[in-house]
């Protein structure tokens, strides 16, 4: 991870084309929570013209990289590289702040950590709609209920070096994304495409960075499970290609599993009709850093008598960005609460996205608001709607 630099810093113009870009400043119009006044923030801390204090850090800590403000920067200002240096490195870090974030990564990245995990989210899912009941007068326990996933079976590691595409599994993804996995799984099973899970790779790395810490070994870990191996890397949460990208090694093989699979999919497929409102939620990663050549929609547009339209507010981040929305669960909701608004005004049959936090956080606001509108993964209408006879 590079370190805070200055001198990328002061490319800034302040210009503030930014502004209504980022969704932190959108909801209280305050510069510090804009693009331009974090870097003066960052640049004040570093120098030493600005103390450090809880205020400070929070301004800092409520950015969602999202990186709006990067696709629309005329001085191409690196804002992301900037927050996350500035993290890593940067004056007012606690000790407490670096422990609570390493305790939340080894949770994510360690075998141990992610099968206790597992198997806490089971019991408490199980226990699920009694806590649910009880939980009424206590909306902090509510809205954590709310976020506790459906789990599936975790990916089975098989390394098969001679397989047609090689799939990053990731760690949340892992855990609670089996149903877009298995949709992965027998979509390349009618196109007779083999899949190799390799066995060492382990989480992305991007819920480390943006805590601040070391995001190197995630990335060596990762570089070395898929370097012996030529064939494409198949992720189906953006979140983890946008970070996975950033490695030079394995970057030009890496493929977002959704265009991946529009690209080959056969001209004369006939997919089954499926009269039904489909909402398509654009994660921040996808449209600001992945930048699929096939869109989701051009993808379910395959899919005979679907309704398709963006969910709106697409522009602005969802407020899930990683843990943001456990670490500020008020902000994460303020800037949920216009895509919950035209999904209840709309009432689609499904919402669809490709990042598993966005997932998890618009499924979350529509359980507490009452809504049974699955959020899915698009290869997941795909899946259901291929031909038996295929």
């Known amino acids: 991870m590079a370190e805070f630099s200055t001198a990328d ?12 870009h980022c969704p932190t400043y959108t909801i209280g119009q305050q510069e510090a929570e804009s693009p331009r006044g974090r870097i003066a923030l960052m640049t004040g801390l570093t120098a030493g013209t600005v103390a450090p204090s809880p205020l400070a850090r929070a301004h800092l800590d409520h950015c969602l990289s999202c990186r709006a403000c990067e696709a629309v920067c005329p001085a191409q200002v690196p804002y ?13 870090r606690t000790l407490l ?42 909306p902090p326990l509510r809205r954590r209920l709310s976020l506790i996933p459906q789990l599936g079976p975790r990916a089975r590691r098989q390394d098969r070096p001679h397989a047609d595409i090689a799939f990053f599994a990731g760690c949340v993804g892992d855990a609670a994304g089996a149903q877009a996995r298995q949709a992965l799984e027998r979509i390349c099973a009618r196109l007779d495409l083999s899949i190799s899970v390799p066995a060492q790779q382990g989480c992305c790395g991007a819920l480390a960075q943006h805590r601040g810490l070391n995001a190197r070994t995630h990335a060596a870990r990762n570089r070395s499970a898929f370097a012996t191996r ?6 189906l949460d953006t979140g983890c290609l ?34 039904s409102e489909v909402l398509i939620h654009l994660p921040c990663t996808a449209r600001n850093v992945v930048r699929p050549a096939h869109p989701v929609a051009e993808l379910l547009a395959r899919i005979p008598g679907l309704q398709l ?7 602005l981040c969802c407020g899930a960005a990683g843990r943001h929305m456990l670490d500020f669960p008020a902000l994460a909701d303020a800037l949920v609460a216009p895509k919950l608004s035209d999904i209840v005004a709309r009432e689609p049959d499904y919402v669809v996205t490709t990042n598993i936090g966005c997932q998890l956080h618009l499924q979350a606001a529509l359980r507490r608001a009452g809504l049974n509108v699955p959020v899915v993964h698009p290869l997941e209408l795909i899946a259901q709607q291929w031909p038996d006879h295929e």
Not at 114 to 135: F, T
Not at 230 to 235: K, L
Not at 245 to 261: K, T
């Open 9 to 20: 810093a002061d490319l800034c113009v302040k210009c503030g084309l930014c502004l209504p």
């Open 80 to 92: 992301g590289a900037l927050l996350d240096g500035f993290r890593a490195k940067g004056p007012g």
């Open 97 to 138: 702040h670096k422990s609570v974030a390493r305790l939340s990564v080894w949770t994510w990245t360690s075998s141990l950590g992610l099968s206790l995990m597992n198997s806490a989210l089971r019991v408490v899912g199980w226990l699920r709609p009694a806590l649910w009941r009880c939980s009424a007068a206590w």
């Open 230 to 235: 030529r064939q494409p890397i198949v992720a």
């Open 242 to 275: 946008a970070q996975l990208l950033a490695d030079p090694e394995i970057a030009p093989r890496l493929q977002e599993a959704s265009s991946f699979i529009a690209s080959r999919l056969p001209a004369g497929i006939a997919l089954r009709p499926l009269a």
């Open 309 to 315: 339209s963006e969910l709106a507010g697409n522009a």
